[in-house]
């Protein structure tokens, strides 16, 4: 874990980084993410638990990058390479990139959430598909503007986005996905970056020490705005998030159940519960 000064004024100055005053939240994440990096995926249970618990005092902003001589700490693992089409992997790789930039123009939610879903067909539904029909998928899951998205894929916009996020990675000297930097709003010329999937004790830690004030869960949201958040979760997904056994989890799901709040789903032999109530547009966290 590493602490060094920000001395980059084209880090603070780029319009598609904004740093002073984003939302007016003391802190400011920079998450670098390798949307093929298995890691990186494994870390996305860890920034459910941390929104859910610590949302109101931090933003998140997806860095899309890669490093694209695979370093030691990227080695692709075989589910990534099945998903990976078999010729031009680079190229591949670098239109899912642009694709997720484009997402992002239709706001920092919409770019999270389709994010959110490429990295699911690829690491979790185990989807024996191109990156084409990923990203198609992807676009359909995640309610964009189908017309605009396309637009944007082919306008400069979505591809100078990508390229400040390469800017970015050199300028902070990222080599490691995932990486989360922090920043203080208090103290804009410091920040915490964590390099490689930590413990969520490590994430809390940092926010601890940023922030000039006991940090402390509050009253953690319920297990119905966790599903208003996220549309879909798993048992242990949900476990996990409110520290609960498997078991536990389980019974409290299915009172939700019977509250026709949730409902089980199962994709690719895989069981999920689904949000169903009324109130699914209501997002309040900080996607």
């Avoid at 899912?96 to 770019?111: C, D, E, H, P, T």
């Amino acid at each position: 874990m590493d602490a060094y000064h920000v001395h980059s004024e084209s880090t603070r100055s780029n319009v598609n980084h904004p740093f002073i005053n984003f939302f007016h939240k003391p802190i400011m994440i920079y998450y670098f993410v390798d949307p093929f990096c298995q890691q990186c995926w494994e870390l996305e249970r860890y920034m459910k638990k941390l929104t859910m618990e610590y949302g109101a005092f931090f933003n998140v902003r997806p860095i899309i990058s890669h490093i694209y001589n695979e370093s030691p700490h990227r080695l692709l693992d075989k589910k990534e390479e099945n998903h990976i089409i078999h010729n031009g992997d680079h190229l591949n790789k670098y239109y899912g990139f642009i694709s997720i930039k484009a997402a992002a123009l239709q706001g920092n939610k919409a770019g999270r959430d389709f994010l959110r879903s490429v990295q699911e067909a690829i690491f979790l539904y185990n989807k024996n598909e191109s990156i084409h029909d990923i990203l198609a998928h992807s676009v359909e899951n995640t309610n964009l503007d189908i017309r605009e998205f396309e637009n944007d894929l082919l306008s400069s916009s979505a591809k100078k986005a990508y390229e400040s996020d390469i800017q970015l990675m050199h300028e902070m000297d990222v080599n490691q996905y995932p990486t989360l930097v922090f920043f203080s709003q208090h103290n804009e010329e410091y920040s915490v970056k964590v390099s490689g999937l930590q413990t969520y004790d490590a994430y809390t830690f940092v926010l601890k020490k940023m922030l000039h004030f006991e940090l402390t869960n509050f009253s953690k949201p319920t297990i119905e705005a966790c599903f208003i958040q996220y549309g879909r979760l798993q048992t242990e997904e949900i476990a996990f998030i409110f520290d609960l056994s498997e078991k536990e989890a389980e019974k409290k799901l299915k009172q939700l159940q019977l509250m026709q709040k949730v409902k089980q789903v199962v994709i690719n032999g895989i069981l999920f519960w689904e949000y169903c109530g009324q109130n699914k547009a209501e997002v309040h966290q900080n996607d």
